[in-house]
């Protein structure tokens, strides 16, 4: 009746796939809000030549983009996890 799951399986070039996937969307996320903190350490080290509200504009933008594509790729990588997993029914359950 009920199935009792002692470790799951997966297919691993599927899981390896979602792994990378995590790795690089992680990267991109980073590097954005890098360019964030860029923006604003130019500012005030005075080498930027933009205005202050339009620093902290693209910084709001850029670091609110950041975390909006960092969570897109947990839920990605969790969605494509559960994609990797591989069911096994068991005699009992078909009957």
């Known amino acids: 009746m009920f199935q009792t799951h002692s470790e799951k399986k997966y297919n691993e ?53 950041s975390f909006s594509f960092a969570v897109y790729a947990v839920r990605s990588f969790f969605k494509a996890l559960r994609a990797a997993e591989i069911c096994e029914i068991s005699d009992q359950e078909e009957d």
């Open 13 to 65: 070039k599927l899981k390896s796939k979602a792994y990378s996937g995590l790795v690089m969307r992680a990267i991109v996320a980073g590097y954005v809000l890098y360019l964030a903190w860029m923006i604003a350490s130019g500012s005030t080290s005075g080498k930027s030549t933009m205005p202050v509200w339009c620093v902290i504009l693209f910084c709001t933008l850029f670091t609110a983009g």
